[in-house]
């Protein structure tokens, strides 16, 4: 069975050492008296559940799964989770980061985050199901009615209710607006809502007496596409006026998806006939309601992967210290063994520095949206909260993309380390690589988050807010311009910044003559992008670690070991997806269809 242990050295280094981010988010009025070692004491017991509790149900998910019960249409979770999410309410768990106003802990959006890498390394699946209720709770809090909020938020922050958001139809996939849907208003405030959804997540399970669905569907006087969709709150109970339970909804689980992985998640295919439910928000205006609830996803998807690459790379690592084979060419490094530990062959440590160097780039971009996140929603400075919006709205589709497609790299090279023991269910590596491989799909697939970033956050504003962040990165290399120890460093990060600008213009240019040319462009321009931004980072990290490492900590000298290896080993990536960009769209479109 895979172990996990939290990684809270460095998760406390990029939160204090890097990011300041006690400093950086003391500026709001709200987290004034917040203060580093409350973080820290909050991380620790954070590790404490995650790695004793949802750790050891991993395994255990992955072989049972749910059970749907088709005549009752309930659906009992694997052994274990029901008792577990139960531990995590009453500690007050799912109430870290809620506003006090509807019970919430009222603690940064950066505090959550750190806490759900932990949750997520340990046990995805599981964590899944309070995961969704967060984005459930934003929407609400953002569009929701008085008395939708009054209902039904201090039911979501205690986490005695979980939410859900059912969104695409078994025709529509990512393009909502084919779903059918219909909401037909009752003349009394409600409407009865009639369809079907499929892949909702934790759509029915046994772990909360209450499921909060926000559903999309469409009135009867709605246009067509994606302008005529609207947003309601659909709960499996009804609630009465008082918040108690009433009747069953017309709203349950048609039957459960069986996938690749995640098991002990219950992906549901949801029927609603005749489902009673209420607007949130505006009529026709549900797509960007929901967005506040898509967007939350999207950073919590980067966040799962980060989870995964972390727990790969322990495991990889404590198998190649112990698992010897053969020895190294240049002769034997443990001659009182029989063969050498397999960790000093190169090839060996390539891979683990690879998923080494993705976890910690993912950790610090991560935590910095996290803040920046923070900033755009409560900083009392108008033009703070704009200048954040802006730099979270760009990092979306990274964070999403680009954290993901590398999650799924490095759980594959952790699974090779272990050779044909990586096969085998019992070590646990084949399950992260299963459970990693949705998260490249879901809430929009990497290629939209690539199209996402190229064409709406970057050529949509004629390349605004790239700028914004290419001067934050700027401002970094010139306030290190005379530290000859950051060269090696700065310099290609500077290097790649200048790139980055012409490559943006010149793919720009061609998608003005042909919009085409944007979507033959959009992938690699993503990892570009992305390996520009974990640089940027990894940067920032080394010039901490040069500052300290005379303390004789040995983290400090790991730090500038990894990211030496990104410097020199996954950066120079980009020039090959700059070529390839540049190609342009004619090597994929000039085949016939009917040639394929």
Same mark, same amino acid.
């Given at each position: 069975?895979?172990?996990?242990?939290?990684?809270?050295?460095?998760?406390?280094?990029?939160?204090?050492?890097?990011?300041?981010?006690?400093?950086?988010?003391?500026?709001?009025?709200?987290?004034?008296?917040?203060?580093?070692?409350?973080?820290?004491?909050?991380?620790?017991?954070?590790?404490?559940?995650?790695?004793?509790?949802?750790?050891?149900?991993?395994?255990?998910?992955?072989?049972?799964?749910?059970?749907?019960?088709?005549?009752?249409?309930?659906?009992?979770?694997?052994?274990?989770?029901?008792?577990?999410?139960?531990?995590?309410?009453?500690?007050?768990?799912?109430?870290?980061?809620?506003?006090?106003?509807?019970?919430?802990?009222?603690?940064?959006?950066?505090?959550?985050?750190?806490?759900?890498?932990?949750?997520?390394?340990?046990?995805?699946?599981?964590?899944?199901?309070?995961?969704?209720?967060?984005?459930?709770?934003?929407?609400?809090?953002?569009?929701?009615?008085?008395?939708?909020?009054?209902?039904?938020?201090?039911?979501?922050?205690?986490?005695?209710?979980?939410?859900?958001?059912?969104?695409?139809?078994?025709?529509?996939?990512?393009?909502?607006?084919?779903?059918?849907?219909?909401?037909?208003?009752?003349?009394?405030?409600?409407?009865?809502?009639?369809?079907?959804?499929?892949?909702?997540?934790?759509?029915?399970?046994?772990?909360?007496?209450?499921?909060?669905?926000?559903?999309?569907?469409?009135?009867?006087?709605?246009?067509?596409?994606?302008?005529?969709?609207?947003?309601?709150?659909?709960?499996?109970?009804?609630?009465?006026?008082?918040?108690?339970?009433?009747?069953?909804?017309?709203?349950?689980?048609?039957?459960?998806?069986?996938?690749?992985?995640?098991?002990?998640?219950?992906?549901?295919?949801?029927?609603?006939?005749? !489902?009673?439910?209420?607007?949130?928000?505006?009529?026709?205006?549900?797509?960007?309601?929901?967005?506040?609830?898509?967007?939350?996803?999207?950073?919590?998807?980067?966040?799962?992967?980060?989870?995964?690459?972390?727990?790969?790379?322990?495991?990889?690592?404590?198998?190649?210290?112990?698992?010897?084979?053969?020895?190294?060419?240049?002769?034997?490094?443990?001659?009182?063994?029989?063969?050498?530990?397999?960790?000093?062959?190169?090839?060996?440590?390539?891979?683990?520095?690879?998923?080494?160097?993705?976890?910690?780039?993912?950790?610090?971009?991560?935590?910095?949206?996290?803040?920046?996140?923070?900033?755009?929603?409560?900083?009392?400075?108008?033009?703070?909260?704009?200048?954040?919006?802006?730099?979270?709205?760009?990092?979306?589709?990274?964070?999403?993309?680009?954290?993901?497609?590398?999650?799924?790299?490095?759980?594959?090279?952790?699974?090779?380390?272990?050779?044909?023991?990586?096969?085998?269910?019992?070590?646990?590596?084949?399950?992260?690589?299963?459970?990693?491989?949705?998260?490249?799909?879901?809430?929009?697939?990497?290629?939209?988050? !690539?199209?996402?970033?190229?064409?709406?956050?970057?050529?949509?504003?004629?390349?605004?807010?790239?700028?914004?962040?290419?001067?934050?990165?700027?401002?970094?290399?010139?306030?290190?311009?005379?530290?000859?120890?950051?060269?090696?460093?700065?310099?290609?990060?500077?290097?790649?910044?200048?790139?980055?600008?012409?490559?943006?213009?010149?793919?720009?240019?061609?998608?003005?003559?042909?919009?085409?040319?944007?979507?033959?462009? !959009?992938?690699?321009?993503?990892?570009?992008?992305?390996?520009?931004?974990?640089?940027?980072?990894?940067?920032?990290?080394?010039?901490?670690?040069?500052?300290?490492?005379?303390?004789?900590?040995?983290?400090?000298?790991?730090?500038?070991?990894?990211?030496?290896?990104?410097?020199?080993?996954?950066?120079?990536?980009?020039?090959?997806?700059?070529?390839?960009?540049?190609?342009?769209?004619?090597?994929?479109?000039?085949?016939?269809?009917?040639?394929?």
């Amino acid at each position: 069975m895979p172990a996990y242990n939290p990684p809270l050295r460095d998760m406390q280094f990029v939160i204090h050492e890097v990011l300041g981010a006690v400093d950086e988010l003391k500026q709001i009025p709200a987290y004034a008296d917040l203060d580093a070692d409350t973080v820290n004491a909050v991380l620790e017991e954070g590790g404490k559940f995650a790695s004793q509790v949802l750790a050891p149900l991993n395994l255990v998910g992955d072989v049972q799964g749910c059970v749907l019960n088709k005549e009752t249409h309930e659906v009992k979770t694997a052994d274990g989770f029901k008792e577990a999410y139960k531990q995590y309410i009453e500690n007050g768990w799912s109430a870290l980061s809620a506003d006090p106003e509807w019970g919430g802990q009222g603690l940064p959006q950066l505090v959550n985050q750190a806490i759900y890498e932990m949750n997520n390394s340990a046990n995805q699946a599981w964590t899944m199901y309070p995961g969704l209720s967060h984005g459930a709770h934003a929407a609400l809090e953002a569009h929701g009615s008085d008395e939708q909020k009054k209902l039904f938020l201090p039911k979501l922050t205690s986490g005695e209710w979980t939410g859900t958001m059912c969104l695409t139809e078994p025709h529509c996939g990512t393009d909502l607006g084919l779903l059918r849907t219909k909401a037909e208003p009752q003349g009394d405030g409600t409407y009865k809502i009639t369809g079907q959804k499929i892949f909702i997540s934790a759509g029915e399970h046994d772990m909360s007496e209450n499921i909060v669905h926000l559903v999309l569907a469409r009135l009867p006087d709605a246009p067509a596409g994606s302008k005529g969709i609207s947003l309601f709150l659909v709960p499996k109970f009804n609630v009465n006026p008082d918040g108690s339970l009433g009747s069953r909804n017309g709203i349950y689980c048609g039957g459960l998806e069986h996938k690749m992985g995640i098991h002990g998640n219950a992906t549901c295919q949801m029927v609603l006939d005749e !489902a009673v439910g209420t607007l949130v928000g505006q009529p026709h205006r549900g797509l960007p309601a929901m967005f506040v609830m898509m967007n939350g996803a999207r950073l919590g998807v980067g966040n799962q992967s980060l989870g995964l690459t972390q727990v790969a790379y322990e495991n990889a690592v404590t198998y190649a210290k112990d698992r010897v084979q053969m020895r190294a060419l240049s002769g034997p490094k443990r001659p009182d063994l029989a063969a050498d530990p397999i960790i000093v062959h190169p090839d060996v440590r390539r891979m683990l520095l690879t998923a080494r160097a993705y976890a910690e780039g993912a950790r610090a971009l991560v935590y910095y949206t996290a803040v920046e996140l923070d900033k755009s929603h409560n900083h009392p400075d108008e033009a703070v909260r704009k200048e954040s919006d802006d730099i979270v709205a760009l990092l979306t589709p990274i964070v999403k993309a680009f954290i993901t497609e590398n999650a799924l790299t490095a759980t594959v090279e952790c699974q090779q380390v272990y050779g044909g023991h990586g096969f085998i269910h019992e070590w646990g590596m084949e399950q992260f690589v299963r459970d990693s491989r949705i998260n490249m799909i879901y809430e929009g697939t990497n290629t939209v988050q !690539a199209l996402d970033l190229l064409g709406r956050k970057v050529l949509g504003d004629g390349g605004a807010k790239l700028t914004k962040f290419g001067k934050i990165i700027g401002r970094f290399v010139k306030e290190n311009a005379d530290n000859e120890a950051m060269q090696e460093f700065t310099k290609p990060l500077a290097e790649l910044g200048q790139k980055v600008q012409a490559f943006t213009m010149e793919i720009g240019m061609k998608g003005m003559q042909n919009p085409d040319e944007v979507g033959a462009a !959009a992938f690699d321009y993503m990892r570009v992008v992305g390996h520009m931004v974990y640089a940027y980072f990894f940067a920032r990290m080394a010039k901490v670690a040069l500052e300290k490492q005379g303390s004789g900590d040995k983290f400090y000298a790991a730090k500038l070991a990894t990211t030496r290896f990104y410097f020199a080993k996954l950066l120079p990536q980009v020039e090959t997806m700059m070529i390839t960009a540049k190609a342009g769209l004619k090597p994929l479109m000039e085949m016939e269809e009917a040639l394929f």
